[in-house]
């Protein structure tokens, strides 16, 4: 239809009757969203949302479009006590000193309820050391209390998770909106560095960077905890991450300023094609072997697309693609562990598939010599090695070497990639050593500084990547096998039953929904799922009676020494 004299007509536009008053005041459209609008984020004004008493926060506002934070009654329950009474629900943990809990509110209790309920669950059975960053938790909460910019980081690595569970574009809001306080926060931090704060530095950077979704933010924040490490030399022996400092300033890459990348040559790319073959295969062999292992089945089906899209793509010729074609197996490290170890209680089968996940992004890292191993290696070697101990020490009791043949030699694999990447560390870290690269400081605190301005200004720029890796696009175009997902997704997806591991029934509005939560809550119908699945064993197709079962039982607390002669005992606990 033709406009006022003849010209185009005016497009029509939905009004925003609940718009904050910046926007009303300048006259354009609020996008309402919590805690604060995009527009005055974009301008760098606080929101009039976060002094409204019914827009306050997301648990309060009437509106529909609110964060997806998976509310439960018993959740909710729990919640509204530990704020109450300042009692924290989960004292197996260990934090102290507590953060003051009845300052938080409801919505920040939720979100630290969420991680702190997965890490409990490691931590009660024994399987912390299995997973990438659990063990932190206690150290981060503990920072916390005293560090407002680690809560923050804490609550956007917490909500960034909740999104990529719910699908939800307000809880990914909730993510960019902790992170880009928290950046703020760390930035201060830095301007004001003294070793009160050094180990917070330490933790807000390590949980930044795990969120981070492009290659200059990430690479900035590495380069940080580095130049940190090295101002916090004579007293680097007391930090609360003394260990992962002092493995870090050697191993790590000398800097991480190659934005160009590294020239992928026909040679390289014929060797870095070698690289994938024994990992398709040892990848292949254990498909068969899970026909009954539903979830596991498809998150081993997730890694041979991946390797498949790795051979088919073309090499990463950029840093900052590099990044992008690792970023998929990144993320799958943090919560696929706990996912598959809350869903299945002491089953070696899970432990055969964790292993192959973490023995990839081992067996990977000469291919992104750009990244490096701080991106995924380093991190993945821990738990990989605590796997194969806890293999190696089943194979010692002759009921599991009898049993369970099959199992044993899958494991082959990934302790050979551990083996070889050892050795490589151990190389780069002679030569690190003998070039007297640790006594080295590569930058400044002043330049880290400027390095964060730099990321303050990307992040209230809404034309980049959210902080939020939950809404970061698919690398490669992953479509697992059989895939319902549409390719115009916004969201990293991966494969998920209709049921989840904790018998929670999926709700989504989307086509696909990721992983399901590990904090969720036990529903009847698991309960009675078959008792076989709680112990070490019923693995690669070897079902068996009750007295085959109570072989299978395993508590993963005891030293390997007790294995033997512990294997026939039921473990009521797990």
């Known amino acids: 239809m033709a406009g006022p004299g003849g010209g185009p007509s005016r497009r029509s536009h939905t009004k925003s009757r609940k718009g904050c008053k910046t926007c009303k005041r300048r006259h354009i459209r609020c996008d309402e969203s919590f805690p604060q609008c995009r527009n005055c984020t974009k301008h760098q004004v606080r929101c009039d949302y976060q002094d409204s008493p019914h827009s306050a926060?997301?648990?309060?506002?009437?509106?529909?479009?609110?964060?997806?934070?998976?509310?439960?009654?018993?959740?909710?329950?729990?919640?509204?006590?530990?704020?109450?009474?300042?009692?924290?629900?989960?004292?197996?943990?260990?934090?102290?000193?507590?953060?003051?809990?009845?300052?938080?509110?409801?919505?920040?209790?939720r979100l630290i309820h969420?991680?702190?309920?997965?890490?409990?669950?490691?931590?009660?059975?024994?399987?912390?050391?299995?997973?990438?960053?659990p063990e932190y938790l206690p150290k981060f909460l503990s920072l916390a209390a005293s560090h407002p910019f680690v809560k923050h980081s804490i609550l956007a690595f917490s909500a960034s998770h909740l999104a990529w569970i719910s699908t939800s574009p307000e809880t990914r809001n909730l993510a960019f909106h902790y992170g880009s306080v928290a950046l703020k926060g760390l930035h201060e931090a830095i301007g004001n560095f003294s070793r009160a704060n050094s180990d917070a530095v330490v933790a807000s950077s390590l949980l930044l960077s795990w969120q981070a979704t492009d290659w200059k933010g990430w690479a900035s924040l590495m380069s940080g905890i580095k130049t940190v490490s090295y101002a916090m030399q004579s007293w680097r022996h007391e930090s609360?991450?003394?260990?992962?400092?002092?493995?870090?300033?050697?191993?790590?890459?000398?800097?991480?300023?190659?934005?160009?990348?590294?020239?992928?040559?026909?040679?390289?790319?014929?060797?870095?094609?070698?690289m994938l073959q024994p990992i398709n295969s040892s990848l292949q062999r254990m498909r068969p072997y899970l026909a009954n292992y539903d979830q596991e089945s498809k998150w081993i089906d997730q890694l041979v697309n991946y390797v498949d899209r790795l051979r088919s793509s073309s090499p990463p010729q950029t840093a900052d693609e590099q990044f992008s074609q690792m970023y998929a197996l990144r993320k799958w490290l943090f919560w696929v562990p706990v996912t598959l170890l809350s869903a299945r209680k002491g089953d070696v089968n899970v432990l055969?598939?964790?292993?192959?996940?973490?023995?990839?992004?081992?067996?990977?890292?000469?291919?992104?010599?750009?990244?490096?191993a701080p991106f995924c290696a380093d991190m993945a070697l821990p738990p990989l090695e605590e796997i194969l101990r806890i293999i190696t020490a089943l194979q010692v009791s002759q009921n599991y070497s009898q049993a369970f043949p099959a199992a044993f030699s899958m494991a082959d694999f990934p302790r050979q990639v551990a083996s070889n990447f050892q050795s490589r560390r151990d190389w780069t870290r002679q030569q690190a050593e003998q070039l007297h690269l640790a006594q080295q400081s590569p930058r400044g605190l002043d330049i880290l500084g400027l390095d964060l301005e730099d990321q303050i200004a990307d992040y209230n720029n809404y034309g980049r990547p959210s902080l939020s890796p939950a809404f970061a696009p698919s690398p490669m175009g992953f479509a697992h096998r059989g895939s319902l997902s549409s390719a115009g997704s916004p969201f990293l997806e991966v494969p998920r039953s209709s049921i989840d591991g904790y018998g929670f029934p999926v709700v989504s509005t989307f086509s696909t929904t990721p992983v399901g939560s590990p904090a969720t809550p036990l529903l009847g119908g698991f309960m009675h799922e078959p008792e076989s699945m709680y112990g070490w064993g019923s693995a690669f197709g070897y079902p068996g009676g009750e007295q085959q079962q109570q072989q299978q039982q395993f508590r993963l607390e005891q030293p390997p020494a007790d294995v033997k002669g512990k294997g026939k005992g039921r473990d009521d606990a797990a």
């Open 57 to 109: 926060s997301p648990e309060r506002s009437s509106s529909p479009r609110q964060p997806n934070l998976l509310w439960t009654p018993e959740i909710e329950s729990t919640v509204e006590l530990w704020r109450q009474t300042g009692n924290f629900p989960f004292t197996e943990l260990s934090v102290f000193p507590q953060p003051q809990w009845q300052t938080y509110s409801k919505t920040e209790l």
């Open 114 to 133: 969420h991680l702190s309920s997965i890490a409990n669950e490691m931590f009660r059975r024994g399987t912390s050391k299995l997973t990438v960053w």
């Open 240 to 274: 609360l991450f003394a260990d992962y400092l002092g493995d870090y300033a050697v191993n790590t890459a000398p800097s991480f300023s190659n934005a160009a990348g590294t020239l992928v040559t026909q040679e390289t790319r014929h060797e870095h094609l070698s």
């Open 352 to 372: 055969v598939v964790l292993a192959h996940f973490y023995a990839v992004a081992l067996a990977l890292e000469p291919m992104f010599p750009d990244i490096g």
